[in-house]
């Protein structure tokens, strides 16, 4: 691929991801995919090239991580009584603030990066919602384990 067609292919690639996101091009650059605590892990080779760039959830305040947990055992990316016993009694921990804007974007499938900035797991369509989504809530599940 010549400089040009790169250049061209992020050109075109940053208003998509800004429209994924919710946030505008500039805001993009939310951390980092490649791993580290509470990251994606693999989740940045799915999206190689994408111009996607999904954010940590290591620094999402717990009433975030807690409303993301709920809406990924709603809608089934995570499974069994493991997740749903973590919800719970992450609900009932004390300090959590369930009526928190933080929270209530979690049940909807958003995460709070921090700064005005959200990365909206709902807005993502078709395989690559499965795939992304997943690994987020597989990360979110570990985080929130952490946070008992």
Same mark, same amino acid.
């Given at each position: 691929?010549?400089?040009?067609?790169?250049? +061209?292919?992020?050109?075109?690639?940053?208003?998509?991801?800004?429209?994924?996101?919710?946030?505008?091009?500039?805001?993009?650059?939310?951390?980092? +995919?490649?791993?580290?605590?509470?990251? !994606?892990?693999?989740?940045?080779?799915?999206?190689?090239?994408?111009? +996607?760039?999904?954010?940590?959830? *290591?620094?999402?305040?717990?009433?975030?991580?807690?409303? !993301?947990?709920?809406?990924?055992?709603?809608?089934?990316?995570?499974?069994?009584?493991?997740?749903?016993?973590?919800?719970?009694? !992450?609900?009932?921990?004390?300090? !959590?603030?369930?009526?928190?804007?933080?929270?209530?974007?979690? %049940?909807?499938?958003?995460?709070?990066?921090?700064?005005?900035?959200?990365?909206?797991?709902?807005?993502?369509?078709?395989?690559?919602?499965?795939?992304?989504?997943?690994?987020?809530?597989?990360?979110?599940?570990? %985080?929130?384990? *952490?946070?008992?």
């Amino acid at each position: 691929m010549t400089k040009m067609n790169r250049f +061209l292919a992020l050109a075109a690639a940053l208003p998509l991801a800004a429209a994924l996101s919710g946030a505008p091009a500039h805001a993009q650059g939310f951390g980092d +995919l490649t791993g580290g605590s509470g990251g !994606l892990g693999k989740a940045g080779s799915l999206l190689s090239g994408s111009g +996607l760039n999904v954010p940590s959830v *290591s620094s999402l305040a717990p009433s975030n991580v807690t409303g !993301l947990l709920s809406y990924c055992v709603e809608n089934n990316y995570l499974k069994g009584n493991s997740p749903t016993t973590l919800l719970s009694s !992450l609900k009932q921990k004390a300090g !959590l603030d369930t009526s928190s804007s933080q929270y209530s974007n979690g %049940q909807n499938g958003i995460l709070d990066t921090g700064n005005g900035n959200t990365f909206s797991l709902s807005s993502l369509s078709g395989n690559l919602k499965q795939k992304v989504t997943t690994k987020v809530c597989n990360a979110v599940l570990k %985080q929130g384990k *952490s946070l008992l």
